[in-house]
């Protein structure tokens, strides 16, 4: 059984359907890849997975509990973190205090830090050193640069300790340097947790996903492993081709 499966997922925004008869599957420990061209679905469809829409029909299910058109708060108690596309931080708190507040135990305390200061600071400086931030732990998040960001919104999602990760365009606003360290931060991440990412990028995804998805009228018209995608027809044929690059480690 996989980890997370979507199946004949549908979703319209009035007369436009987005959406339709979606079918995704996750096997815990995998590191899945969703691409497609803009205005193909997926960050509809990654709303719908992460309880942001709900579905008009179909099902989602997490380790065989549906968890369909629940509230985002209540996926995310399931197991289920995001990342976003435009980071959400507390620009005004220290990057410790970020990754703090997205604590299990800081939230249902309903974010007071006060109780228990010092365990919480050592989980999350625990977390900051996962994502190569420990030793800026104290600084405030605005004065980080923007590949640091990048990095301190995935820890912020790693601190609620997720099952799984679904990462939005990470690269997005990148430069060479930043992605490179992010790709070596995904690469350490894909040890120990199931991950999933929308991403533009085709060098960067396809040197890490074990197996990507490609979106388009709303629909998965092709799956498989980098490689095998390399040499679908339909990829090669269209521009999606052209950015798949040639076959490398991963």
């Known amino acids: 059984m996989a980890l997370f499966e979507a199946t004949r997922l549908r979703k319209r925004f009035g007369d436009r359907v987005v959406l339709e008869r979606i079918d995704l599957s996750f096997e815990e420990g995998m590191l899945a890849g969703i691409i497609g061209p803009n205005g193909a679905g997926k960050t509809t469809c990654f709303n719908v997975l992460t309880g942001r829409y709900k579905p008009d029909g179909g099902r989602v299910r997490l380790a065989g509990e549906d968890i369909t058109g629940l509230p985002p ?10 990342s976003f596309q435009i980071m959400n931080l507390f620009d005004e708190f220290s990057v410790r205090e970020n990754v703090a507040l997205a604590l299990p135990e800081i939230r249902a305390r309903g974010f007071d830090m006060v ?85 533009h990028d085709m060098r960067f995804l396809f040197g890490l996903a074990d197996r990507v998805s490609v979106i ?25 081709g052209q950015l798949a690059p040639a076959g490398e480690e991963r």
């Open 216 to 240: 388009h009228w709303g629909q998965v018209i092709a799956e498989g492993t980098p490689d095998e995608l390399r040499r679908n027809k339909w990829v090669q044929a269209s521009n999606l």
């Open 73 to 82: 708060r209540l996926v995310a108690r399931k197991g289920v973190s995001r």
């Open 115 to 199: 109780g228990d200061a010092e365990t919480a600071n050592d989980k999350a400086d625990a977390v900051l050193e996962r994502v190569g931030l420990r030793d800026k732990a104290d600084l405030l998040a605005r004065n980080l640069s923007y590949g640091d960001r990048r990095a301190l919104e995935i820890g912020i999602a790693l601190a609620a300790e997720p099952r799984i990760l679904f990462l939005d365009e990470p690269t997005s606003g990148l430069g060479a340097d930043a992605t490179a360290r992010l790709a070596e931060l995904v690469r350490s991440l894909k040890r120990t947790l199931t991950m999933v990412i929308i991403e």
